[in-house]
Nanobody
């Protein structure tokens, strides 16, 4: 059974940091492009970052560039999203997703398997 499980969300003050984890079971993560997405209440799901399966190329949305870092630990079959300098506008449910033949990695429709999401709240 293919499954993605996110963890690491929580409540943090502005300027703080969190590290999200996306652990895979039933398949090997490095064979897939892994994307991180987020969805705030009343808004569409948006791409945050992805790491490609072929050569580990990474992409970041302009809103998080320089603050977030995506990485992959093949030994743990886990992808991470390190989030620093968090802002209230980063508040959302964060999802990871996997896709085998991803071209436009910032588009949710490119991905097949999704985790259940983890809540990130940035507030003082």
């Amino acid at each position: 059974q293919l499954q993605l499980v996110e963890s690491g969300g929580g409540l943090v003050q502005p300027g703080g940091s969190l590290r999200l984890s996306c652990a895979a079971s039933g398949f090997t993560l490095d064979y897939y492009t892994i994307g991180w997405f987020r969805q705030a209440p009343g808004k569409e799901r948006e791409g945050v970052s992805f790491i490609s399966r072929a050569n580990g190329i990474t992409w970041y949305a302009d809103s998080v560039k320089g603050r977030f870092t995506i990485s992959r630990d093949n030994a743990k079959n886990t992808v991470y999203l390190q989030m620093n300098s968090l802002k209230p506008e980063d508040t959302a449910v964060y999802y990871c997703a996997s896709g085998e033949w991803v071209v436009a990695g910032w588009k949710p429709a490119e991905y097949v398997y999704w985790g259940q999401g983890t809540q990130v709240t940035v507030s003082s």
